[in-house]
């Protein structure tokens, strides 16, 4: 039998306020345990949660972006269970009316586009961290994170495959950091998963009972623990059996998925709206506030990229990969006044490149817009080859000089004097009878052979357009 | 000096008649004479001594607060920082908080001086104080009797002078059902008037905090201190805090008075009857005009606050899970035997028993049934309160079916118990102010009566009771062997 998978994702998204959504502890990460939670976060008798107005702000920055339904009124609720390290024992979250509404989200998928449907995406506040080691038997508790603003973004069941699951994720993590509300950090936890995976036969409208697996934090691993679970189920199917709604965990080591909790052992959580919080009230300030301020995203930043730059689709998509590499590329071509097509070269080729080699991001460039720029302009202007410009660009990448101040102390200026080439191509024809024979009786490839010496006597400074053109009329 | 008001104390103050440290030690000396009363869960004497002694510099001031040097009590229920903090339960007999709640902010910035803590019942559950751990308060009228709850050690020191004025807090009738049962003087403000903050909650949507004093002009400058919008409340309300003790002389000529029918059905004791007439008499010969209401809905508020609450309550009180701090059990074999044993242990019936009438009302399956219909009972009787209130300016009736009943009559009857409130729940679900003032006794127990206002009238509420207490002397009838 055929079957068809079918994938809905919940993913957490850290808003990337300063301080936590309902006290004013900080949300920095890495810090000393339980030096980051203050009265509120801990729970004490008679504190109050205050709502971090900045974490609306980004959620409905978010609800934007995805042409969300965004809620004039929304209201947060208490999820209720017991956990050491949820201190009130109790999760403020969003159950009915959450902040955004319906929306949606274009993937590419095999040179398709497909509209993948949002849900809902609500403000919630993160548990703590439970601690199994170290501790002699006991379980340690760091409540830093408690309290640190989730965006939870609930998808419609439309992925088919684990590619495009991978896909869509990507897409939100992108965007969450073209808006500057996520830093998208996935080691440290700041953008996670949960993947609900279900499989039926094809053609069969009703879904499949699903499983839901647990919080998986990279690219990876989400394709992995998805085609593993797809897997799993149709195997189970085919021999007999039946799936159980369920909760599961991807174990990466094993590559496999266990159950954590079936849906019996699941909790009632008691949802209720919080009355220590009143009612969010969108405004419509608050709106064209949001709205002045949201940057052009992704996808109209890659048409125009296409368009203004006449870029190929893949080089716009890299080039727009991330807000500061669309800004870089714009800078330097800004600056520089060269052509679209060599700062394109340039900036996702050669500077992309280096980037990765030195594993640095973006804003830890060595070598920012300006600089590059500088080096580009001298290429334009037939100051230095391509050739030489490489490694003009590995002396900016290890100094602080400029373009031009590296051609000039290493001496790469280019010779485009006619008469300084014209004298070493008569010296290079005299010294080479036998290849000009070889030229003159039909051999073309020796042409190449001329052009090195030129090249090699000038020390790579000669213009290469200009040797190109002397020679052949020399050797006519 | 234990008979005079705030105000007489303050002017003996200015006058060197006596320090705050003497007149602190003369509070100090009275509560531990009468240490039987059980008022107090804390006593905060070197405290106590030391804020006096701070207060007596500060009261050549010329800007010094009304209130600076004048000894009051706090109910157990606000976080005190550096001292004990209870809310009358073992789970927190050894809470000792990090902070103080706004409302004692606000205290100490006026400098006045913290006696200690006073007895409730636990988490503020109950109608009798009966349910502290601390041990009942007795009603120093009549010392086998309750003074009602759940602020009882508040009201029972008020009314035996172990301190000029205290504070309160009311989620279902604890300020004025204790003020009514003690022969005191107590206000709820409307919901929102007064910080929340570091205020223990029982049930959020419904806890208010307020003044408890003798007499309605003491109650005002105490009021003057709680009331404000407070950043760290958000469901506190951003709105100027009138001067309270400024209308209290204004005339009552025209007030327009409802008396809901709902509230002299035939349940009402005779005697509680008869004194609540009494009363209304003397507001019309204040200028006063009188006509009956109705609150048709006042029938439902029993069932829908006991969701409503309950409800509020079996969240706001996971946090008590032996974890962090409160009480925790010895030697927990796992997670689940650390959170059974330490809330079992700690936690005494009344406050399980809303645990688990909240949980099961919040249950799935049974939400929409009870939590939401309870929320729209709610607003109906929200509506009941508005259309009245859109004909008349107060509501007046009795604050509670009874007198003081004995010390252990319905600790066997929770149902009994929870009608004790009938008269002042729906104010509550409302969110209005209401007071109760003491207008007579019926079996020689006092009598309280309640006037209930529109939000945020608070003032005109002090005013109504103020003029009251200028032509009856209910409010200074002192209980026997404590004059």
């Keep these: ?476 | 000096m234990h008979n005079k008001t705030i105000t007489e104390l303050a002017k003996g103050l200015r006058a060197k008649e006596y320090s705050s440290v003497e007149l602190t030690q003369a509070y100090l000396d009275r509560i531990k004479k009468y240490q039987d009363l059980n008022c107090y869960i804390t006593v905060a004497e070197e405290n106590a001594l030391e804020q006096a002694k701070l207060a007596d510099s500060q009261l050549a001031s010329a800007d010094s607060a009304l209130l600076t040097g004048i000894p009051i009590a706090q109910k157990d229920i606000f976080c005190t920082q550096g001292i004990k903090t209870s809310c009358g339960s073992k789970m927190l007999d050894n809470f000792i908080a990090p902070y103080n709640a706004t409302v004692i902010e606000k205290f100490n910035a006026d400098n006045a001086v913290m006696l200690g803590k006073l007895n409730m019942d636990e988490f503020a559950m109950g109608s009798s104080n009966e349910t502290s751990f601390y041990g009942a308060v007795q009603n120093p009228w009549d010392t086998d009797t309750v003074p009602g709850g759940s602020s009882g050690g508040s009201a029972s020191a008020i009314a035996a002078r172990l301190t000029v004025a205290a504070t309160g807090t009311d989620t279902g009738g604890s300020i004025r059902q204790p003020a009514s049962l003690c022969g005191i003087t107590g206000l709820k403000p409307t919901y929102g008037r007064v910080s929340r903050f570091g205020m223990i909650a029982f049930a959020s949507s419904l806890d208010q905090g307020g003044p408890m004093a003798r007499s309605a002009e003491d109650a005002a400058i105490l009021m003057q201190t709680m009331a404000g919008f407070d950043t760290k409340d958000s469901t506190s309300v951003d709105r100027a805090v009138p001067d309270y003790s400024a209308g209290l002389n204004n005339s009552l000529e025209g007030l327009k008075i409802g008396l809901p029918k709902e509230f002299f059905s035939q349940d009402l004791n005779n005697d509680i009857a008869s004194a609540i007439e009494s009363a209304i008499n003397e507001y019309k010969k204040l200028g006063a005009e009188v006509k009956e209401v109705s609150l048709p809905n006042m029938k439902l508020a029993i069932p829908a606050y006991y969701v409503i609450a309950s409800a509020e309550c079996s969240a706001n009180l996971s946090r008590y899970d032996g974890v962090r701090f409160g009480h925790r059990c010895h030697s927990p074999a796992d997670l689940n035997d650390l959170y059974t044993r330490s809330r079992g242990e700690a936690f005494g019936a009344e406050v399980k028993r809303r645990i688990l009438m909240g949980t099961y009302a919040l249950s799935a399956g049974y939400y929409d049934a009870y939590y939401i219909k309870a929320q729209k009972v709610r607003c109906l009787i929200s509506e009941d309160f508005s259309r009245a209130l859109s004909e008349v300016d107060v509501l007046m009736g009795p604050v509670s079916p009874s007198t003081a009943f004995d010390i252990g009559e319905k600790t066997d009857d929770p149902i009994e118990m929870y009608l004790a409130d009938i008269y002042t729940i729906a104010i509550n679900l409302a969110g209005l102010p209401a007071m109760s003032l003491p207008s007579g006794f019926a079996d020689s127990k006092p009598v309280g009566l309640q006037v209930i206002g529109n939000y945020f009238s608070e003032d005109r509420l002090l005013n109504i009771a103020h003029q009251y207490q200028q032509v009856t002397d209910w409010h200074q009838q002192t209980p026997k062997g404590f004059e």
């Design chain 1, 1 to 476: 039998m055929e079957w068809e998978t079918v994938i809905g994702l919940e993913i957490h998204a850290q808003m990337a306020t300063k301080t936590k959504i309902f006290s004013a502890a900080s949300t920095a990460y890495g810090a000393e345990p339980n030096t980051q939670a203050c009265a509120v976060d801990l729970g004490l008798p008679g504190v109050l949660p205050v709502l971090n107005q900045e974490a609306v702000r980004m959620a409905v920055k978010f609800g934007m972006a995805i042409e969300a339904e965004v809620a004039d009124y929304s209201v947060f609720a208490r999820k209720n269970y017991f956990y050491p390290d949820l201190p009130k024992g109790y999760q403020i979250s969003q159950m009915e009316l959450p902040i955004v509404g319906i929306g949606h989200l274009d993937i590419e998928i095999d040179g398709e586009t497909k509209r993948i449907g949002v849900t809902r995406a609500h403000l919630e506040e993160d548990a703590g961290k439970s601690l199994h080691e170290d501790f002699h038997g006991l379980t340690g508790i760091d409540l830093n994170r408690a309290g640190t603003p989730l965006l939870e973004i609930v998808s419609e069941p439309d992925m088919r495959s684990a590619k495009e699951a991978v896909a869509y994720m990507r897409k939100i993590h992108e965007l969450v950091r073209y808006l500057e509300i996520c830093d998208g950090n996935m080691q440290e936890g700041s953008f996670r998963c949960d993947a609900n995976v279900s499989v039926r036969p094809k053609g069969q409208q009703e879904y499949g009972t699903r499983a839901e697996l647990k919080n998986i934090n990279s690219f990876k691993f989400v394709e992995k623990a998805i085609n593993i679970e797809v897997e799993r189920q149709i195997d189970l199917i085919e021999s007999g059996g039946t799936v159980v709604q369920e909760t599961r965990l991807y174990d990466a080591d094993n590559n496999e998925t266990r159950s954590m909790r079936s849906k019996e052992e699941a909790n009632d959580y008691r949802y209720f709206p919080d009355p220590d919080l009143l009612p969010v009230e969108i405004t419509d300030q608050l709106r064209a506030q949001v709205k002045a301020d949201l940057p052009e995203l992704p996808s109209v930043k890659k048409q125009r990229f296409m368009e203004q730059y006449g870029q190929d689709k893949e080089t716009a998509a890299t080039l727009t990969s991330s807000r500061q590499l669309a800004d870089f590329y714009e800078t330097v071509a800004k600056e520089s006044g060269c052509t679209a097509k060599l700062c394109s070269n340039w900036v996702s080729v050669n500077f992309l490149g280096a980037l990765n080699k030195a594993n640095l991001e973006i804003a830890e460039t060595p070598v920012n817009a300006e600089r590059l720029a500088g080096l580009l302009k001298r290429i334009a202007d037939n100051t230095i080859s391509g050739k030489t410009a490489k490694q003009v660009f590995d002396s900016l990448w290890e100094s602080d000089l400029t373009a031009d101040e590296i051609i000039e102390q290493q001496g790469l200026k280019q010779i485009t004097d006619s008469g300084a080439i014209e004298a070493i191509i008569d010296k290079i024809i005299a010294d080479n009878p036998a290849q000009v024979k070889q030229y003159l009786s039909g051999k073309d490839k020796v042409f190449g052979f001329f052009v090195g010496q030129v090249m090699k006597a000038s020390q790579g400074k000669a213009n290469p357009a200009e040797v190109n053109k002397m020679l052949k009329d020399k050797l006519k």
